[in-house]
């Protein structure tokens, strides 16, 4: 099974909105709703941001929200503030095995 | 507060076996409602999963890399391991230990990550 794609770069500035995309296949984005969003900062673990598809850890601002149509997962940054410059990964339940993907990541800029 | 804490050599030689230890502290790794996973990074690429495994020592394998690991589990100790053999450069990264939501599916807690350079 290939990797969940994602666009590799996306930028906003600070105050706007940004989302950012994932899309796999009926075999696991589409098929489950265990699709979870990570940020991470350069030289730092990965941080959950958003769990079976949009919903959110306590601790998370509510800037961050996500939703999924179909075989693509979106993950959208309201208000963008500059500490939300990082990586951000999808990943997926794919069914079979407990096989997990994640998507190739997106890194977001504020300007 | 959980916390993981990964462990081992940062350097092993090509075709020997990589093995690290991931330790929790905070809760029991026999918490039937989670399970524990074990996912990698390589330098300045995106992140991929290895494998994971229920203290019940069930075990689920990336299937690109199934012929090479083994994850075990010692729950007297509050531990579980990865074992990786004939590694290559494409070995190189960080890995990380996690725990998983059984139902939900999700990695909410990460240990910092180590990494782990294949290299004579």
């Known amino acids: 099974q290939s990797a969940l794609t994602q666009p590799p770069s996306a930028s906003g500035s600070p105050g706007q909105s940004v989302t950012i995309s994932c899309t796999g296949t009926?075999?696991?984005?589409?098929?489950?709703?265990?699709v979870s969003w990570y940020q991470q900062h350069p030289g730092k673990a990965p941080k959950l941001m958003i769990f079976e598809v949009s919903r959110r850890p306590s601790g998370v601002p509510d800037r961050f929200s996500a939703s999924k149509s179909g075989n693509t997962a979106s993950l959208t940054v309201s208000g963008l503030q500059p500490e939300d410059e990082a990586d951000y990964y999808c990943s997926s339940y794919a069914g079979s095995d407990d096989y997990v993907l994640f998507g190739g990541g997106t890194k977001l800029t504020v300007l | 507060q959980l916390q993981l804490q990964e462990s081992g050599p940062g350097v092993v030689n090509p075709s020997e076996t990589l093995s690290l230890t991931c330790t929790v502290s905070?809760?029991?790794?026999?918490?039937?409602?989670?399970?524990w996973g074990w996912i990698r990074q390589p330098p300045g690429k995106g992140l991929e999963w290895i494998g994971s495994?229920?203290?019940?020592?069930?075990?689920y394998y990336n299937p690109s890399l199934k012929s090479r690991i083994k994850i075990s589990v010692d729950t007297s100790k509050n531990k579980f391991s990865l074992k990786l053999s004939s590694v290559t450069a494409a070995d190189t990264a960080v890995y990380y230990c996690?725990?998983?939501?059984?139902?939900?599916?999700?990695?909410?807690?990460w240990g910092q990550g180590t990494l782990v350079t294949v290299s004579s």
């Open positions: 905070g809760d029991s790794i026999s918490n039937s409602i989670y399970y």
């Open positions: 996690a725990r998983v939501g059984s139902i939900t599916r999700r990695f909410d807690y």
């Open positions: 009926s075999s696991d984005v589409g098929g489950y709703n265990y």
């Open positions: 495994i229920y203290s019940s020592g069930s075990t």
